[in-house]
């Protein structure tokens, strides 16, 4: 995270400088929908996105599945900007989905972590998430710097289209700029981590739930967990709980609850989940701020994490959710960075 910023000029004015931007202020201005085209890990990282876009430049953004997008016949405009998220650049499904918004009239950036990538040639600007290579299989830190690119350019729309105030604009960079060390906080938790993955590393299913710039969370911590542990694991908005997925709980089905204390997260509401969770026998894990009692007397275990801003807490809470994926499929056994049957990037 802290090469992917030391990448970058912050400007004093509240400005964000990228290496070839070339959209003028009108062009940024006339932006009527931001469409964003990704896969796996990188279309969780589009949907936290799609809150910091929407919230600081007020743009509408949807988050496409790229695997589905060509094979509709998708609204492309020339006023809308397609932003393809991948860190490999090479994702087959993601490229051609970005081909064929881009036949059809859009502009184009690529959010990607390899320089010279098939997504980087095709785009007209690229951010760079400087994250260095990825040895294992599963993205990790290709997420965090993807959430981080993303409110960098969240930014900077905001101010080229002047929904944020020179001095809105350089609160939010400061309050980027102070997430290194709230990761190296929250790797402290690394302890409890453990704790919970030895208890639950025989589980056969696992929930996880978070609400609002949670939920891209939640899903990305189940991705992560099936992708290396093996095990089943469903990630969940929290409001839709009651819509099916209640009916799996039981005694053990161990449901990971990201619960920090925000308005987005609708804290109040996710405290009725986890009420839900204890009132069927199911084990709850909850993801709370260092100083939360409250959720800490409900859950079975709890794993503390640094408060940070709504928009920037996925960066935070993603990390233990990671631990967890590790430590969890090194206790069965697995190869972390080989996962049977994935590859690195999926080229067909
Ligand atoms: C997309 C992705 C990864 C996943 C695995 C397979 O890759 O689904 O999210 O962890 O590596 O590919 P990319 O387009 O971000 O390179």
Redesign the pocket.
Known sequence: VADTLRGRMLLSEGDVHFEGWNLSPEKVRAITKVTIL???????SGIAGKAMIESLARIPVEVEL?SEFRYRDPIVEPSHLAIA???????AD?LAAFKEAKARGAMSLAL???IGSAMTREADITILTNAGP?IG???TK??TT?LVGLYLLAVKLGRMRGTLTVKAAQEHLTALTEIPKMIEDVLKCETSVKRVAREFMGAQDFLFLGRGPMHPVALEGA??LK?ISYIHAEGYAGGEMKHGPIALIDEKMPVVVIAPKQPHVAYEKIIGNIEEVRARGGKVIAIIDEDDAHVASLADHVIRIPAASALLAPVVATIPLQLLAYHVADLRGNDVDQPRN?????TV
Do not use: P
């Not at 991948?86 to 994702?91: A, R, V, Y």
């Not at 994935?342 to 999926?346: C, D, G, I, M």
């Open positions: 990704a896969c796996g890990t990188s279309w969780h790229a998220i991948s860190q490999s650049g090479e994702t993601t990607c972590n390899v990825e299989v599963a993205s290709a997420f993807q991705l992560k992708e994935l590859a690195k990037s999926v």
